[in-house]
């Protein structure tokens, strides 16, 4: 085989590898999905880096750092989301803290397992019958 189309098959082959990426399986990116959704729909302030958002914004950053994860199929489980994702900043190593209404911040880590464990002790929703 000619070596220039040898190398560019490879090169080809390569980038067909790096665009393929793994998804969460399906449980882990309901429980994820329903984790974010659950902290937008909170009315919670989220901080990070020493600064505080409202849970809109939290949102849409949360979602900047699956998808970074996911790019590079690095969560598995929400336990990995919560962990890799939600628990601190990939810059500074800061924790982000939750603080809902009066009551005082703690950890988001120690929110969203509060919030999974919520998440999965509701039965699955039934199929509907046709």
Known sequence: MNPRLAALLLSLLA???ASVHAAPPPQAE???EQL???LARSGCQFQRNGSWYDAGQAQAHLRKKYAYLRKRDMVASAEQFIERAASESSMSGRAYQIRCGAAAAQPSATWLRARLNEIRAKPAAAPASR
């Open 36 to 38: 974010i959704a659950t």
């Open 15 to 17: 980038l067909v590898a």
């Open 30 to 32: 309901r429980e994820i």
